[in-house]
Each structure stands twice: as C-alpha cells, then as structure tokens.
C-alpha cells in the first residue's frame, strides 16, 4: 500500500510520510511535478554549475523519508503538473539514483526504491533511455544501483485504443515494475485490469481511476496487482477514485484480501454512500470469513 504525497515543501512532506507510516502504508510516492520547476541557477548564483535548491531538498527529502519511496515528476501531458523544460527532469531522475554522497548535514545520501517513468517518454528518444538506464538497475549498468524502474502509461479519458500495442513495447524494457492506469467508464474496465494482471511477466501495477475504477484498489491483492494507492486524507488524493488509507485498511480489510477471498457488493447507482460494505465487511471479520464487500456502481 503507497500513499502519494504532492510535495510543495520537503519538510511538510517529511511529516505527511511519517503519518502514512503511523497509519500503516508500507511506503510513500513524492509527487515531486509541483515543486521542482526545472530551473537552471540556484540562490547562491553559481549558474546551475551544481545541485540547484530544488534538487538538493528532493535529495534530502527522499533520503530521509521514514518510508521507502516512488519519486515521481509527471508532466502535464501525463496528467502531472511538471511544465519545465524536460532535460532538466531527466537530470533529476538521473541524480536521484546515482545519490550516494553527503548530504548538507552530513548525513548519507541515498536513492529512491523506484522511480515512475512514463513510457510515452522512455520511448521518445535512445538519449533520454541511456540516460534513465544510468540511474536504475539495469543488465548493462556496470554500478550496483538501488533504484528500480516502474514504467507508466495513463489515460484520464479512457481505456487507451492502443493499450495492447503499448504494454507490448514496455514489456522490452528493463523495467521491474509495469504500471497502467486510465479513467474508467464502467465496472467492465475493472475486469479488463484483471485480466492483464494475470498475463502479467513482472510484477504490475493495474488501476482504474474514477468512481467506477475503486474495485481495482480494493481487489489488487486478489488478482497479483503489485501495490494500490491511498491517500492520508480525502483532501490529498492525486488521483479520480483514490481511497484514504483508513478506509482501504479499515472499512475493505485490504490486508485480509487474498487470491482465495470471495467477493460480494452491493449494486446500485449511485451507491457510494451505502452502509452495505461497513455491515457486511465487520461480519466478515467478526466471523473469519474470507470475503470482501465493496460496492458495484452499474447506473
């Protein structure tokens, strides 16, 4: 379970991390889009000879994080907030998994778990995949690295006509983790996810988003899925139909779902404010049922 954290400052998101952690996630994304800006010169007018202020806060934001992490800059294009220029984006990426110096503390520097790479920008160009390679895990990497790849694709208006045709060129890449995400216009989308997961040849991160995408959340445990999202807060979601972690922990019993669990639901439209899951999940539990309730939106 990943709890993603918009960053606007390194010290607000320090403590965003360790309240996910207090909560229960088992690690964080920084959202990174809407802090770094990309710019080229840092305060003490060194003319972008060295880290720039940005850079050198997500590195001591990541290196300090009370929870292993995802950095993620997404742009505008894949629903993000980054708009700089992108040379300065991928320089971030590659400082960040090649970070094994001292922080300004003095303290050890260190690499995020993965980084979330689009593939829409892996595949534009040789030179921008050379140089993502130099920061993860890698067969031709010659340095022992601790940063892994999760490659994504996201679609906020529907199911990609070319879904296939993409999963097929991510899946000749290096990447550890495959990640699909797109607006779902009904329950079928859901089932759709399912399907790709037990195809899947990595482990895969497959969700649907909007109201009709939450059983992808709630079930990724049943069908193989390799992390689902939760916010702290229904205020701090990034993304339509993210759950908080309370409910996903407390109201769907996430860590009692497995291959094995039934699944019931209460069909309606609209039916998110039905007490049936609240009822029925606490009678699962109370009488060690492997059984999940959610509800079914079918209009």
Same mark, same amino acid.
């Given at each position: 379970?990943?709890?993603?954290?918009?960053? +606007?400052?390194?010290?607000?998101?320090?403590?965003? /991390?360790?309240?996910?952690?207090?909560?229960?996630?088992?690690?964080?994304?920084?959202?990174?889009?809407?802090?770094?800006?990309?710019?080229?010169?840092?305060?003490?007018?060194?003319?972008?000879?060295?880290?720039?202020?940005?850079?050198?806060?997500?590195?001591?934001?990541?290196?300090?994080?009370?929870?292993?992490?995802?950095?993620?800059?997404?742009?505008?294009?894949?629903?993000?907030?980054?708009?700089?220029?992108?040379?300065?984006?991928?320089?971030?990426?590659?400082?960040?998994?090649?970070?094994?110096?001292?922080?300004?503390?003095?303290?050890?520097?260190?690499?995020?778990?993965?980084?979330?790479?689009?593939? /829409?920008?892996?595949?534009?160009?040789?030179?921008?995949?050379?140089?993502?390679?130099?920061?993860?895990? +890698?067969?031709?990497?010659?340095?022992?690295?601790?940063?892994?790849?999760?490659?994504?694709?996201?679609?906020?208006?529907?199911?990609?006509?070319?879904?296939?045709?993409?999963?097929?060129?991510?899946?000749?890449?290096?990447?550890?983790?495959?990640?699909?995400?797109?607006?779902?216009?009904?329950?079928?989308?859901?089932?759709?996810?399912?399907?790709?997961?037990?195809?899947?040849?990595?482990?895969?991160?497959?969700?649907?988003?909007?109201?009709?995408?939450?059983?992808?959340?709630?079930?990724?445990?049943?069908?193989?899925?390799?992390?689902?999202?939760?916010?702290?807060?229904?205020?701090?979601?990034?993304?339509?139909?993210?759950?908080?972690?309370?409910?996903?922990? +407390?109201?769907?019993?996430?860590? /009692?779902?497995?291959?094995?669990?039934?699944?019931?639901?209460?069909?309606?439209?609209?039916?998110? +404010?039905?007490?049936?899951?609240?009822?029925?999940?606490?009678?699962?539990?109370?009488?060690?049922?492997?059984?999940?309730?959610?509800?079914?939106?079918?209009?």
């Amino acid at each position: 379970m990943c709890v993603p954290i918009t960053v +606007h400052e390194a010290d607000s998101a320090l403590r965003l /991390a360790q309240r996910a952690k207090d909560l229960g996630a088992d690690l964080v994304e920084f959202r990174l889009d809407e802090f770094f800006t990309g710019q080229a010169a840092d305060e003490s007018g060194d003319g972008g000879g060295g880290d720039t202020r940005e850079v050198r806060e997500i590195v001591r934001l990541i290196s300090t994080s009370p929870l292993p992490c995802i950095a993620t800059c997404r742009p505008v294009s894949e629903g993000g907030a980054y708009d700089g220029p992108e040379d300065a984006r991928i320089a971030l990426f590659e400082r960040l998994g090649t970070a094994f110096g001292r922080l300004e503390s003095g303290e050890q520097e260190h690499p995020p778990r993965y980084l979330d790479v689009e593939h /829409a920008t892996y595949a534009r160009s040789a030179n921008i995949r050379q140089k993502i390679h130099l920061a993860i895990e +890698h067969p031709e990497q010659l340095r022992a690295l601790q940063t892994s790849l999760i490659l994504s694709t996201h679609d906020f208006a529907g199911r990609p006509r070319d879904l296939t045709r993409r999963l097929l060129a991510m899946r000749q890449t290096p990447a550890k983790v495959l990640k699909v995400a797109y607006l779902a216009r009904s329950l079928r989308d859901n089932l759709e996810l399912f399907d790709l997961l037990a195809q899947r040849d990595r482990p895969m991160i497959a969700l649907a988003m909007g109201e009709f995408g939450l059983m992808s959340r709630i079930l990724a445990p049943k069908f193989g899925g390799f992390l689902t999202f939760a916010s702290i807060a229904p205020t701090e979601t990034t993304a339509p139909g993210q759950p908080t972690i309370d409910d996903l922990l +407390h109201l769907y019993r996430f860590r /009692a779902i497995r291959p094995s669990t039934a699944v019931y639901g209460v069909v309606g439209y609209p039916v998110a +404010h039905s007490l049936s899951p609240h009822i029925h999940n606490a009678a699962f539990e109370a009488m060690w049922i492997d059984a999940a309730h959610l509800q079914l939106p079918i209009p």
